[in-house]
């Protein structure tokens, strides 16, 4: 603690002599930096905040309009908003009988108040981190930034004319973009096939609507228009969904989805799409080739990936390297091959979450200040925001079999558990692996109401590195869907009392 505080008093001490001797650039902006940070994504305004607070003259150069990336944008936001709103409908329509809740006239869905309502809270957070980027003293740099030098950001001003900012330190936080299937080309404007951006503008609801890649946002974009009435057909190139969760889980998982009236096609790729004037003709074949067969849908969502977004940054020009995957290479600390350059969240490796983004931001600037920034990497959750929710964090079983690791496995149903029945919603498990002979926990998984919220539970128990005994002998709360957390740790070091 002493050792923080003093190292950033001496870092607003330093910042306010040493950077004044550099030579003025053009107006508008403070003429020296510590850092500035292209993208103003979770990445980018997380590391722009802590930045400040740590003491350092920061800029934030966004190009979007907005701040807030993709996440609070066309991604993590926007689409909990959806889903929010369709799961209202849904219970409504389907489940509220249950509890003696009946309505007398036609239930409805206003699908314009819905767009509306997520426009709002996307327009609201957006402003929040603007106020917070004003609080902390932060420049918000309007514009597309380039990369000129080892210390310099030359800004294509959203206004017009353009603006040099000189740094010490630059971090590249762009974010991603879709990833292009070819015989699929997205025509968000049109409307009839869309990617994750134009899912979430869909003005009325598809009778058919086809899901192109079984993974995270294609599975929540399908439940979105599958509560409100659309027959959902997700197709997928892999012999499952979810691809990166525990097998068992995604099994499970897919079995739930069927009961909700989703339709799989597996094993299955797209080789071309037709539009037409009443929508889209895909044209599918085996994965591994076979005969051809042609369906109609009224919207087609293409999800089948997103990629680094580097593009008009000059990486080439000042030597900065980027993967087959075109992500940006780093070092553990995030420092690119030149020293003064780092990148962090969706533009470099690891799991593209708006979480694992803001944790780098952090560590990021925190190395940038001489502090220890660090991330754990085994300790970053996945969330499936659907119904019921699907969580993870650490290792899948396949993956502990890969390693050769020897385990032990707990494991309890919502079906035991007195507040899931409670709620009248009791589908899915937890499922604890650790190790067979420390007990330390290595991975958890969830699926079942609420796992996006449980889940944090298990990260902390792996970040400081718990036995399933330590959470089975912590007390949890009556009546909790977190009890059947600690139940799956009794189940994985010895026997759960209510199964
Ligand atoms: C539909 C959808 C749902 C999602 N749901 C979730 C979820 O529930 N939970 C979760 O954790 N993650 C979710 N994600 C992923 C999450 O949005 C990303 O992982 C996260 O936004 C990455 O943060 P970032 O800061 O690295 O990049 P981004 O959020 O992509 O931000 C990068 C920003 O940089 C700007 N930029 C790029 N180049 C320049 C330049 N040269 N000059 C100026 N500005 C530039 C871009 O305009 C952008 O605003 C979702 C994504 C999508 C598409």
């Known amino acids: 603690m002493f050792s923080t505080k003093f190292a950033v008093n001496s870092l607003q001490r330093n910042r306010s002599t040493a950077w004044r001797s550099f030579s003025k650039t053009t107006a508008t902006f403070a003429d020296q930096y510590d850092v500035v940070i292209v993208g103003g994504g979770p990445g980018g305004y997380v590391a722009a905040i802590k930045s400040a607070q740590l003491g350092m003259k920061t800029a934030c150069v966004e190009m979007r309009g907005r701040l807030g990336g993709t996440c609070l944008n066309v991604g993590c936001i926007p689409s909990k908003a959806l889903l929010q709103s369709s799961h209202h409908y849904h219970d409504a329509k389907h489940h509220f009988a249950d509890h ?33 980027l004003k609080k902390y003293g932060v420049d918000y740099v309007k514009g597309k930034g380039k990369i000129t030098g080892p210390n310099g950001v030359e800004v294509a001003l959203t206004d017009g004319g353009s603006e040099s900012l000189d740094t010490k330190n630059i971090i590249i936080a762009s974010g991603s973009e879709v990833t292009p299937l070819p015989p699929v080309p997205v025509d968000n404007a049109g409307g009839k096939v869309v990617d994750s951006t134009g899912a979430l503008e869909i003005g009325t609801i598809p009778k058919k609507m086809a899901v192109v890649g079984g993974g995270v946002i294609g599975l929540e974009m399908g439940s979105v228009w599958s509560r409100l009435g659309a027959e959902v057909t997700v197709i997928e190139f892999l012999d499952r969904i979810l691809p990166m969760n525990d097998t068992e889980v995604a099994k499970k998982f897919q079995t739930i989805l069927k009961k909700q009236g989703f339709k799989f096609n597996l094993k299955t790729k797209v080789v071309k799409s037709v539009v037409e004037d009443d929508g889209v003709v895909l044209t599918t074949e085996p994965s591994k080739g076979g005969d051809a067969k042609e369906e109609k849908f009224d919207v087609v969502l293409v999800s089948t990936g997103r990629r680094p977004y580097t593009e008009g940054l000059g990486l080439e020009d000042v030597g900065i390297q980027t993967d087959k995957l075109g992500r940006i290479e780093v070092d553990s600390h995030f420092k690119t091959a030149v020293p003064s350059i780092f990148a962090i969240g969706d533009a470099i490796s690891g799991p593209m979450l708006a979480h694992k983004a803001e944790e780098e931001g952090i560590a990021c600037v925190e190395t940038i200040a001489g502090f220890a920034g660090h991330v754990c990497y085994d300790a970053i959750p996945g969330v499936v925001y659907t119904y019921p929710e699907v969580a993870d964090v650490g290792k899948t079983e396949e993956e502990l079999k890969e390693a050769g690791i020897a385990y032990n496995v707990g494991n309890f149903p919502f079906a035991a558990n007195s507040r899931a029945r409670a709620n009248g919603s009791a589908d899915g498990f937890v499922k604890v692996l650790a190790d067979k002979e420390t007990d330390k926990i290595l991975g958890v998984h969830i699926i079942g109401p609420n796992a996006g919220e449980m889940i944090a539970e298990a990260v902390i128990a792996i970040e400081y590195g718990a036995s399933s005994e330590d959470m089975a002998r912590t007390c949890h ?3 909790t869907l977190s009890e059947a957390f600690k139940e799956a740790c009794m189940d994985t070091y010895d026997q759960p009392i209510h199964f």
Do not use: C, N, R, W
Not at 109 to 127: A, P, R
């Open 100 to 132: 003696g809740i009946v309505f007398d006239g036609d239930l409805s869905m206003d699908i314009d108040k819905m767009q509306d309502t997520k426009s709002k809270t996307v327009e609201g957070l957006t402003g929040g981190i603007e106020y917070l």
């Open 477 to 479: 709360a009556h009546p």
